[in-house]
């Protein structure tokens, strides 16, 4: 959960380094760092807090001529938020920057502490650089050199990490070595440069290696040595894209708001070719990995869980298939009974997270058939698994997922009416009726100029109280708990997600004036049972915000939305009320609505 970036060549490397650091500070901004050599000099500069604070710090500095680079932005999983625990860590002449978690970090520093070494911070990735040049000074061996003793460094490590080294014993070679954590190498001439997306190179090289886990290697004038367990490897590179554009605000005055304008739009791009006339395809997928399927098993975290609980529903019902969501976090360790009918689905934005990863590489240990749901080509998941759908939703900035949500759950939707088919589980006249509801959805989540006005208006009357529950029944509960993981990941206030129904099994008790409850009360489903349950939390005195086409006298804020026979078009015209909900609640607290605290975009340690 971190950002790392190097280079290697004649340009100036501080504004690379600066620059591709900004790009990846959605993965972690509590501290950032860089180290340099050029003609025998090394310099590093390190700040804590966000990015500006290190470009103030190195405003009078700038390389010139050949030389080696690596930078780093951080989000801290071992020791605090502070100049000595940022990245690049320091040896007595090497800098090391690392992405992801040194399992076996306190064995080897009590090894390395015991034999002289002296730690300055309380981080994992310190020991990377202490057991490099041990291991480089070792016998004061000729044959030792710092490439072997790199090479003996990583042999020793457990855990995930991404990490690239540079020392004053080899000034001209960047060493780097990939598990678990995602790294790229672009190259541009006998320029070459890493990074761990591709969004800080685009612009600067043209072409691109994806590293696999297990590979490492050195840079050296302008070649790349690229090694793993087996020896020396080839590599083909690839063309790098070259459009930067959709990640840039647009006149929006977040990531956040962009994404949730954008969510009409990228969905068309989403069904493009695959709501078809008549059916769904999805020309990415080979039919046979459906054969001898009788069980769907969905790992994710977070707002990709939520979308799969939602479809949960979609699978059992459309395509009559047994269908589990599992929290990936929870699926690793429960020691799951895996049988080899089952798909195994992964759903992930950036196709990084570590939980998530790790759920897929069990599935596949068991021998499982997976599949991966995800907005990232090349990411980890996308390349571990057997297939891929991809859901493109373009590049997402906004730490609180909003576009990822919407295009994942339509992937899913589109996947089990997929499943049906094949299963013959679904009639010409209900094909219809899914395939008419799904090109209508990019209106439903057209945002309208008076709904966000709206809902600008009403947010100054949620900013206090106890708490906040979002209830919902049936597909409308996943959507319950993503709105309020939506609300508390922004405004920092204490938000829940309730099945309507079990409100009464306790939360209820809750219930008073300063206890908010925002129902989501769509028309097309068990608008009925919803009803009922809120006017028992109505007698509570609960402050009701209702959400339905429907007008309810009890409510104390009223938000209508449109009416539709299809519960899946009420249920993303509500998932936009309740994001600008999160996002005008937030704005008005002040909070940081893209970088919200102690979150990372990206989250590639357990
Ligand atoms: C979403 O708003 C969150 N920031 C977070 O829950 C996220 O969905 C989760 O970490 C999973 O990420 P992924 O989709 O990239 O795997």
Same mark, same amino acid.
């Given at each position: 959960m971190c950002g790392i970036?190097?280079?290697?060549?004649?340009?100036?490397?501080?504004?690379? !380094?600066?620059?591709?650091?900004?790009?990846? *500070?959605?993965r972690g901004y509590d501290s950032a760092g860089?180290a340099?050599?050029?003609?025998?000099?090394?310099?590093n500069?390190k700040a804590v807090g966000r990015?500006?604070n290190l470009?103030?710090?190195?405003?009078? @500095?700038?390389?010139?001529?050949?030389?080696?680079?690596?930078g780093h932005t951080r989000w801290a999983t071992h020791g605090k938020p502070t100049e000595l625990n940022a990245h690049p860590h320091m040896g007595?002449?090497?800098f090391v920057v690392h992405n992801g978690i040194i399992e076996n970090y306190q064995a080897l520093k009590k090894?390395l502490q /015991?034999?002289?070494a002296k730690f300055l911070s309380q981080t994992d990735t310190e020991t990377i650089v202490h057991l490099?040049?041990?291991?480089?000074?070792?016998?004061?061996?000729?044959?030792?050199?710092?490439?072997?003793?790199?090479?003996?460094?990583?042999?020793?490590l457990?855990g995930a990490y991404a990490t690239?080294?540079?020392?004053?014993?080899?000034?001209?070679?960047?060493?780097?070595?990939?598990?678990?954590s995602?790294? !790229?190498?672009?190259?541009?001439?006998?320029?070459? @440069?890493?990074?761990?997306?591709?969004?800080?190179?685009?612009?600067?090289?043209?072409?691109?290696? @994806?590293?696999?886990?297990?590979?490492?290697?050195?840079? #050296? &004038?302008?070649?790349? #040595?690229?090694?793993?367990?087996?020896?020396?490897?080839?590599?083909?590179?690839?063309?790098?894209? $070259?459009?930067?554009?959709?990640?840039?605000?647009?006149?929006?005055?977040?990531?956040?708001?962009?994404?949730? @304008?954008?969510?009409?739009?990228?969905?068309?791009?989403?069904?493009?070719?695959?709501?078809?006339?008549?059916?769904?395809?999805?020309?990415?997928?080979?039919?046979?990995?459906?054969?001898?399927?009788?069980?769907? %098993?969905?790992?994710?975290?977070?707002?990709?869980?939520?979308?799969?609980?939602?479809?949960?529903?979609?699978?059992?019902?459309?395509?009559?298939?047994?269908?589990?969501?599992?929290?990936?976090?929870?699926?690793?360790?429960?020691?799951?009974?895996?049988?080899?009918?089952?798909?195994?689905?992964?759903?992930?934005?950036?196709?990084?997270?570590?939980?998530?990863?790790?759920?897929? +590489?069990?599935?596949?240990?068991?021998?499982?058939?997976?599949?991966?749901?995800?907005?990232?080509?090349?990411?980890?998941?996308?390349?571990?698994?057997?297939?891929?759908?991809?859901?493109?939703?373009?590049?997402? %900035?906004?730490?609180?997922? $909003?576009?990822?949500?919407?295009?994942?759950?339509?992937?899913?939707?589109?996947?089990?009416?997929?499943?049906?088919?094949?299963?013959?589980?679904?009639?010409?006249?209900?094909? *219809?009726?899914?395939?008419?509801?799904?090109?209508?959805?990019? +209106?439903?989540? !057209?945002?309208?100029?008076?709904?966000?006005? %709206?809902?600008?208006?009403?947010? +100054?009357?949620?900013?206090?109280?106890?708490?906040?529950?979002?209830?919902?029944?049936?597909?409308?509960?996943?959507?319950?708990? *993503?709105?309020?993981?939506?609300?508390?990941?922004?405004?920092?206030?204490?938000?829940?997600?309730?099945?309507?129904?079990?409100?009464?099994?306790?939360?209820?008790?809750?219930?008073?004036?300063?206890?908010?409850?925002?129902?989501?009360?769509?028309?097309?489903?068990?608008?009925?049972?919803?009803?009922?349950?809120?006017?028992?939390?109505?007698?509570?005195?609960?402050?009701?915000?209702?959400?339905?086409?429907?007008?309810?006298?009890?409510?104390?804020?009223?938000?209508? $939305?449109?009416?539709?026979? #299809?519960?899946?078009?009420?249920?993303?015209?509500?998932?936009?009320?309740?994001?600008?909900? /999160?996002?005008?609640?937030?704005?008005?607290?002040? &909070?940081?609505?893209?970088?919200?605290r102690n979150l990372a975009?990206?989250v590639t340690v357990e």
């Amino acid at each position: 959960m971190c950002g790392i970036v190097g280079y290697i060549g004649n340009n100036e490397k501080k504004e690379i !380094l600066l620059d591709g650091l900004q790009e990846l *500070e959605y993965r972690g901004y509590d501290s950032a760092g860089i180290a340099i050599i050029e003609n025998k000099q090394l310099k590093n500069f390190k700040a804590v807090g966000r990015l500006k604070n290190l470009r103030e710090k190195t405003k009078d @500095y700038s390389s010139e001529g050949f030389g080696v680079s690596i930078g780093h932005t951080r989000w801290a999983t071992h020791g605090k938020p502070t100049e000595l625990n940022a990245h690049p860590h320091m040896g007595a002449y090497s800098f090391v920057v690392h992405n992801g978690i040194i399992e076996n970090y306190q064995a080897l520093k009590k090894e390395l502490q /015991a034999e002289g070494a002296k730690f300055l911070s309380q981080t994992d990735t310190e020991t990377i650089v202490h057991l490099f040049e041990k291991n480089h000074k070792i016998n004061n061996n000729p044959n030792n050199t710092p490439w072997k003793a790199f090479q003996d460094t990583i042999k020793r490590l457990e855990g995930a990490y991404a990490t690239l080294l540079i020392t004053e014993a080899d000034e001209q070679s960047i060493y780097f070595a990939k598990n678990g954590s995602p790294m !790229l190498i672009g190259f541009k001439d006998n320029d070459i @440069y890493f990074a761990s997306s591709d969004t800080p190179i685009i612009g600067k090289a043209t072409e691109v290696y @994806y590293l696999e886990d297990g590979e490492f290697g050195y840079a #050296h &004038n302008g070649k790349l #040595h690229l090694f793993n367990v087996d020896g020396q490897k080839k590599f083909t590179k690839q063309a790098l894209a $070259t459009d930067k554009a959709m990640a840039q605000k647009d006149g929006y005055r977040f990531f956040m708001e962009k994404e949730i @304008y954008e969510q009409s739009t990228v969905m068309n791009d989403t069904m493009m070719g695959r709501v078809l006339d008549g059916k769904i395809d999805f020309e990415e997928l080979d039919p046979t990995l459906f054969d001898n399927i009788s069980n769907i %098993k969905i790992c994710a975290c977070g707002t990709s869980y939520h979308s799969a609980l939602a479809s949960s529903y979609l699978f059992e019902r459309l395509a009559k298939i047994p269908c589990q969501i599992e929290i990936a976090s929870e699926f690793r360790y429960k020691e799951p009974l895996l049988r080899d009918d089952t798909l195994f689905i992964t759903i992930s934005q950036s196709g990084e997270t570590a939980d998530t990863l790790e759920a897929l +590489k069990m599935a596949k240990r068991a021998g499982l058939k997976s599949l991966s749901i995800c907005n990232v080509d090349n990411s980890s998941i996308v390349r571990e698994s057997d297939a891929a759908v991809l859901t493109r939703a373009g590049i997402e %900035k906004g730490v609180a997922s $909003t576009k990822a949500f919407a295009t994942q759950t339509m992937v899913l939707w589109m996947l089990a009416i997929y499943v049906a088919q094949a299963k013959k589980t679904i009639s010409k006249e209900v094909l *219809e009726i899914e395939l008419l509801a799904m090109r209508q959805t990019p +209106k439903a989540l !057209l945002v309208k100029e008076e709904l966000h006005s %709206k809902m600008t208006r009403l947010s +100054k009357r949620y900013l206090h109280g106890h708490g906040f529950f979002f209830i919902g029944r049936d597909l409308f509960f996943p959507l319950a708990l *993503e709105g309020a993981l939506k609300l508390k990941e922004i405004s920092y206030l204490h938000a829940e997600g309730y099945p309507s129904g079990e409100m009464k099994h306790g939360p209820i008790a809750l219930a008073d004036a300063e206890l908010f409850t925002i129902a989501l009360m769509p028309k097309s489903l068990h608008y009925d049972k919803i009803k009922s349950n809120v006017e028992e939390l109505c007698a509570r005195d609960v402050t009701l915000l209702a959400i339905s086409p429907e007008a309810f006298d009890l409510a104390d804020d009223f938000v209508q $939305t449109t009416y539709s026979s #299809h519960p899946m078009l009420e249920f993303f015209e509500m998932m936009v009320v309740t994001q600008l909900l /999160a996002l005008e609640i937030s704005v008005r607290l002040g &909070n940081d609505v893209d970088m919200p605290r102690n979150l990372a975009k990206s989250v590639t340690v357990e």
